[in-house]
């Protein structure tokens, strides 16, 4: 298939297997493609047990030891993924993709508060100069906490809202400014109303961030879902 030239995330026929004690491995993923443009927002519908947490893991190499990518291809910006080194990986997760987890009571630290929860994603992948990193580590908050930056940055996990928490994730997401963010079931542990005041913050940040450079490509504006 020719890659489209827009597309920043190309998956193609995507197998992946679990390889249990013993027994034969079971196949949690078995040719799954699709590709995501510049600017586009992606959504991945499916029960539980259907493999969207597989399918993120799988696009950062980050699957479970006993998972196995057996069959596909995965091309981030034209880079082949499944066949990157470590050196290479570790260049992509965090600073040009990166993964928000499912339950944020677990993925944020509970004693650290929250500009420093950003700031050091920022300091660990070197995005800021040490001098910026106050400055970069305010912008960052800004954007997801537009109107109580200074207050939130000085509160712990434990004071803040389920919808706060999530905020804070995005933000530690989109820190270093990355060409993909791979949000694996973001609204799950949230109230229906403060999911939608998620996907909005997505929407908004999408407008903000992700242009489309294509006027070839309209379709890269909107959103898609695929089942
Ligand atoms: N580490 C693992 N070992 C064995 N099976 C697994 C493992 N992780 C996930 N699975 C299985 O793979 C399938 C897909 O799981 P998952 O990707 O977590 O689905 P979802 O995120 O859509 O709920 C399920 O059948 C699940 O039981
Ligand atoms: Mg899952």
Known sequence: MARRMASILEVQDLHVSYQSRGGA?????????????????????????SGKSTLAGSLLRLLHLNGKITKGAVFFEGQD???????????????????????PSVALHPTMRAGEQVRQVLAAHGSARKNTLREKTRQVLSTVFPEETERISQLYPHQLSGGQRQRLLIAQAIACGPSLVIADEPTASLDPTTQMEILGVFRTLREKTGRCNDPHHPQSSGARWTG
């Open 25 to 49: 491995p079971s196949q949690a993923l078995a040719g799954v493609s699709f590709h995501v443009t510049r600017g586009e927002i992606l959504g991945v519908l499916g029960e539980s047990g």
């Open 81 to 103: 993924i499944l066949h990157a080194n470590s050196n290479e990986l570790q260049e992509i997760r965090g600073k040009r993709i990166s993964l928000i987890f499912q339950e």
